[in-house]
């Protein structure tokens, strides 16, 4: 298979996690390409999992190497960021990389690697709804869906820089369609 990338961002609460795992299940040819973060590991996360885990001085030397493919200072002081021995490491294991990121990361990503790559910003029907299904996943405070909600309001203007919008309304609706966009990308 030629060298192929697909990008997923979406504002949080958009259902981009729930389609990246449907992706995963329903093709066998992604991997789910692992960032490196200098942050420390929390609770069970795994060293090459979640993240590689590495130092502010090493995350530092990779940089000066240009050892990535694009980086952010996300936090003060916390820095994350796809290393290019990633990219290469699933290439040569015959798979097509899977990015699920913020909108940023997903512009990045497309501006460096063009026509190999598919973005696509996966997108609630009204911010409304998105306010509605965080509070149902249950998996933040009241104050930190409000701020999630009030950062959707940016990231949203983000939507025509990518590729591929896909609406997420009805969920079997929105999963067939990225069925879809994924099979038409990869038999290009
Ligand atoms: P994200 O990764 O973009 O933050 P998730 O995939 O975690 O979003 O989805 C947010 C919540 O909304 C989850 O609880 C998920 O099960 C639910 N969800 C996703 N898509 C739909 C949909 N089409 N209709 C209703 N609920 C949905
Ligand atoms: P967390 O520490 O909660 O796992 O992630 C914090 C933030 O870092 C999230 O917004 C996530 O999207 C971002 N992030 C994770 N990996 C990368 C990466 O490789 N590059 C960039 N630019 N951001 C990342």
């Known amino acids: 298979m030629k ?6 961002s979406a504002p949080s609460g958009s259902g981009k996690s729930t389609v990246v795992q449907h992706l995963l299940t329903h093709f066998d040819c992604f991997e789910l390409s692992v960032s490196a973060t200098s942050r420390a590991p929390r609770g ?17 030397a990779l940089i ?5 493919v ?3 200072e996300v936090y003060n002081g916390v820095f994350y960021g796809t290393l290019k021995k990633e990219v290469r490491r699933i290439w040569d294991a015959g798979h097509a990389i ?9 512009v990045n990503l497309k501006r460096y690697f063009g026509d190999k790559a598919l973005s696509v910003f996966v997108q609630a029907p009204s911010v409304e709804v998105l306010r509605e299904r965080l509070i149902k996943r249950a998996t933040d405070s009241p104050e930190f869906i409000e701020e999630r909600v009030r950062k959707a ?8 820089k990518f590729d591929y919008r896909l609406i997420n309304d009805d969920l079997e609706t929105c999963l067939n369609e990225a069925d879809r966009v994924v ?3 990869l038999a290009e």
């Open 183 to 185: 099979s038409a990308f």
């Open 153 to 160: 309001a940016e990231e949203m203007t983000y939507a025509p």
């Open 64 to 68: 000066a190497e240009d050892a990535f």
């Open 98 to 106: 899977l990015f699920d990121v913020d909108v940023k990361g997903g």
């Open 44 to 60: 069970v996360e795994q060293h090459g999992r979640e993240y590689y885990f590495i130092t502010p001085d090493e995350f530092r």
């Open 3 to 8: 060298e192929k990338v697909i990008i997923f």
């Open 70 to 72: 694009e980086h952010e």
